[in-house]
Antibody, heavy 118, light 105 residues
């Protein structure tokens, strides 16, 4: 079945980097843009950016430009989101999501908890 | 950037009630609004896309409407499983979410 499966929880120190993976299955990975959304504890949803898995072209929200890098490995249908210079306020659940059947985020990964603490 | 202002931020209701959540965009965004439901500890779930289209598998008690700058999500008869947080999202220019509406008993 169609699914996005993300990597496990991460605990990082301030200033470090984190790389979260999102493996797609059940559909043509290169056919659909892959987005990342995060949610800080008790807060709302924040869009981070997207990657075109076919071309590798990316677009990042202004908030994250310079600190986030989205990549993909088409051979294993996996997208990655790497964030550098982590701060405590980057503590959040990070989701990957895609627009498969309709023009909205209809498929979501299960989320990856990233905790930034000294 | 397009801002999405969602109201109310929280709402108390009972099973069987009809509730309406509103989202206002900072500029006209045609019908490029989607609505999501999120239960605690879970990923968001798509309910409504392009303002008024019901996602497959979503009960018909959920209805979306609006265009331009103002959009609404209406739940016609609340069920116990509907108590959750709801988000609007615009996809007209880039992507932006509203701040959420927590629907509580």
């Amino acid at each position: 079945q169609v699914q996005l499966v993300q990597s496990g929880a991460e605990m990082k120190k301030p200033g470090a980097s984190v790389k979260v993976s999102c493996k797609a299955s059940g559909y043509t990975f290169t056919g659909y843009y892959l987005h990342w959304v995060r949610q800080a504890p008790g807060q709302g949803l924040e869009w981070m950016g997207w990657i075109n898995p076919q071309s590798g072209v990316t677009d990042y929200a202004q908030t994250f430009q310079g600190r986030v890098t989205m990549t993909r490995d088409t051979s294993i249908s996996t997208a990655y989101m790497e964030m550098s210079r982590l701060r405590s306020d980057d503590t959040a659940v990070y989701y990957c999501t895609t627009l498969l059947a309709v023009d909205a985020f209809d498929i979501w990964g299960q989320g990856t908890v990233v905790t930034v603490s000294s | 950037d397009i801002q999405m202002t969602q109201s109310p931020s929280s709402l108390s209701a009972s099973v069987g009630d009809r509730v309406t959540i509103t989202c206002r965009a900072s500029q006209s965004i045609s019908s490029s609004v989607n609505w999501y439901q999120q239960r605690p500890g879970k990923a968001p779930k798509l309910l409504i896309y392009t303002a008024s289209s019901l996602q497959s598998g979503v009960p018909s008690r959920f209805r979306g409407s609006g265009s331009g700058r103002e959009f609404t999500l209406t739940i016609s008869s609340l069920q116990p499983e509907d108590f959750a947080t709801y988000y609007c999202q615009q996809s007209y220019i880039s992507e932006t979410f509203g701040q959420g509406t927590k629907l509580e008993i």
